[in-house]
């Protein structure tokens, strides 16, 4: 159980395009899903926390126009990478929370996806 | 702001050797922890977590972690390792009032057959 999917796994585009990236929880509903960013031998930095229904929030300095984030539905957050130019390159990695009720929330995560940018 | 340490950043072991990797935070308040492994290739996987109750906790793949509340510390522990065990181990910080975790900057693991 509490299996969470990121599509694509990689992708490749061009400096100027955009690029969304999906997260699915499987086999249960998450109203909060969490979008991160994993530079290469470092830790994963918090970039939004993603709420069904309502707005994204975002971590400081991160920009909300540039990481586009929707979660029309509790088994489906998107990150869309817009008008990527090469330092956008990175691991993104989704969670989602897990609610079984009080304090006993778990994130679990998906596999990422590996963005390059030309 | 709150923090989170993971003061061996790569440990190298022969099989069959002892583990115990250091986790310490920074947050005076209740917190939630949890240890992740990330295997090569692979995605974050929970390994355990402690909500309250026994701070003895134990993992899946016979790794166990103690919460020691006066050291603001967490420590995973496996009593003898195997070459699967290679992988970078994570601990995470929950504090109450959020659902946000705080990441350590994670230990890679390299375990010699």
């Known amino acids: 159980g509490a299996v969470v999917s990121q599509h694509p796994s990689r992708v490749i585009c061009k400096s100027g395009t955009s690029v969304k990236i999906e997260c699915r929880s499987l086999?249960?509903?998450?109203?909060?899903m969490f979008w991160y960013r994993q530079f290469p031998k470092q830790s994963l930095m918090l970039m939004a926390t993603?709420?069904?229904?309502?707005?994204?929030?975002?971590e400081q300095g991160v920009e909300k126009d540039k990481f586009l984030i929707n979660h029309a539905s509790l088994t489906l957050s998107t990150l869309t990478v817009t008008s990527a130019h090469p330092e956008d390159s990175s691991f993104y990695i989704c969670?989602?929370?897990?609610?079984?009720?009080?304090?006993?929330?778990?994130?679990?995560f998906g596999p990422g996806t590996r963005l390059t940018v030309l | 702001a709150q923090s989170v340490s993971q003061h061996n950043h790569h440990v190298i072991l022969s099989e069959a050797a002892s583990l115990e990797l250091g986790c310490n935070y920074s947050?005076?308040?209740?917190?939630?922890l949890f240890w992740y492994v990330q295997y090569p290739g692979q995605h974050l996987q929970l390994l355990l977590k402690?909500?309250?109750?026994?701070?003895l906790v134990k993992g899946i793949k016979g790794f166990e972690a103690e919460f020691i509340k006066s050291k603001f510390s967490f420590n995973l522990r496996k009593p003898s390792v195997q070459w699967s065990d290679t992988a970078e181990y994570f601990c995470?910080?929950?504090?109450?009032?959020?659902?946000?975790?705080?990441f350590g900057t994670g230990t890679r693991l390299k375990v010699l057959a």
């Open positions: 086999d249960f509903q998450a109203t909060t």
């Open positions: 969670s989602a929370l897990g609610t079984s009720g009080g304090s006993t929330d778990t994130q679990y």
């Open positions: 947050y005076g308040g209740t917190v939630n």
């Open positions: 993603s709420n069904e229904g309502s707005k994204a929030t975002y």
């Open positions: 402690y909500f309250s109750g026994d701070p």
């Open positions: 995470a910080v929950k504090t109450s009032g959020t659902y946000k975790y705080i």
